[in-house]
């Protein structure tokens, strides 16, 4: 999958476990709930200063 965007970009959650692992649970109750195990879930930010941030 590519994915371009100039008003968002992937959230570094990398020093959020606490974060990451509602991510997760929320990909496991997704993927039970719709019968599919592929289920990633990705974190996006705005960027820039745009109005409304």
């Known amino acids: 999958m590519?994915?371009?965007s100039d008003s968002y970009r992937?959230?570094?959650l990398s020093d959020q476990e606490d974060v990451?692992?509602?991510i997760?649970?929320?990909?496991?109750e997704i993927?039970?709930?719709t019968g599919n195990p592929e289920?990633?879930?990705i974190a996006y930010e705005k960027t820039?200063?745009?109005a409304g941030k």
């Open 24 to 28: 997760r649970q929320a990909e496991s």
């Open 31 to 33: 993927a039970r709930m």
């Open 20 to 22: 990451v692992e509602v």
């Open 10 to 12: 992937i959230a570094p």
């Open 2 to 4: 590519d994915i371009h």
């Open 48 to 50: 820039g200063t745009a």
């Open 39 to 41: 289920v990633t879930l």
